[in-house]
């Protein structure tokens, strides 16, 4: 069974990939393209006089175009995949939530975990905006903000099923939260600050880039577990699990 979710992730990864490359294209590139002009405009200001271009390694309409869409679309089948795997592990262990329920709650889990969280203490930047020669200690502060808000999660799953078999599922829910929210505050006060704006940066590109760059990653996730929640839901329907473990409860 598990082989069929998870080519239903795969399938419900290239939809929601189609659909947040679109969103790129309509509200994210704009944003691109603003940065880039301003980040110009200062390579100009502070070039000497007469001094040539370099040229593009890669060229803007190539960046915006193929290698957006095939960024966007591998890491979606990728992320597709990962999320039928989880949902076939949770499914049947986490109480009546149908198959569409779980897709839900999940796809929620995982845009505030692997999205929301780490954007909050290091969020994304625009062309023109960070030091060349701190990426490596941005990435991997990023990634270790990551790591912290995935293991955090998972805890706080572990944390919220023995206590809901105790004081039950309402207040178990709750106290995992806040103690999700608890751990990862300490985490955020532990790590470094990081700011590379520079000052006339406009502030207005700033945010709608950051704005544009939540919202694709939502308009994914939402895409996926809203697709993938209706095809488990059907290839469980016609191989019976579905009907099965429903008569359990």
């Known amino acids: 069974m598990t082989g069929h979710l998870l080519l239903r992730g795969m399938i419900a990864g290239l939809v929601a990939g ?6 790129a294209r309509l509200y994210g590139e704009p944003q ?14 502070e070039a000497p006089a007469g001094a040539p271009e370099e040229p593009e390694a890669v060229s ?5 175009g193929i290698g957006l869409f095939t960024g966007v679309v591998t890491y979606a089948v990728a992320m597709g995949g990962i999320f039928s795997l989880v949902f076939a592990g949770l499914y049947g262990r986490v ?13 929620a889990a995982a845009f505030v975990a692997l999205v929301v969280v780490p954007d909050l203490k290091y969020p994304p930047n625009p062309p ?3 030091d060349p020669e701190t990426i490596g ?3 991997g502060l990023f ?3 990551l790591a912290a808000s995935i293991f955090a999660l998972s805890l706080a799953v572990a944390f919220a099923r023995r206590l809901g078999e105790q004081w039950g599922r309402w207040n178990g829910a709750i106290v995992a939260g806040v103690a999700y929210v608890a751990f990862l505050t300490i985490v955020f006060r532990l790590l470094p600050a990081i700011n590379e704006v520079p000052e006339n940066f406009p502030a207005l590109t700033l945010y709608e880039f950051r704005l544009a760059t939540v919202g694709l990653q939502a308009v994914l996730w939402t895409a996926l577990a809203l697709v993938f929640g209706y095809l488990a839901e059907r290839s469980l329907q ?11 409860f």
């Not at 803007?60 to 915006?64: H, I, P």
């Not at 016609?238 to 359990?248: D, F, W």
């Open 18 to 23: 189609l659909i947040a490359f679109g969103f």
């Open 238 to 248: 016609q191989s019976g699990n579905y009907r099965a473990l429903a008569a359990k």
């Open 60 to 64: 803007r309409q190539t960046q915006a």
């Open 95 to 107: 109480g009546r939530l149908s198959p569409r329920a779980l897709a839900l709650v999940l796809g």
């Open 32 to 45: 691109v393209d603003r940065a880039i002009a301003f980040e110009e405009l200062m390579a100009a200001a």
């Open 128 to 130: 023109a905006v960070g």
């Open 137 to 139: 200690v941005r990435t």
């Open 143 to 145: 990634f270790v903000t």
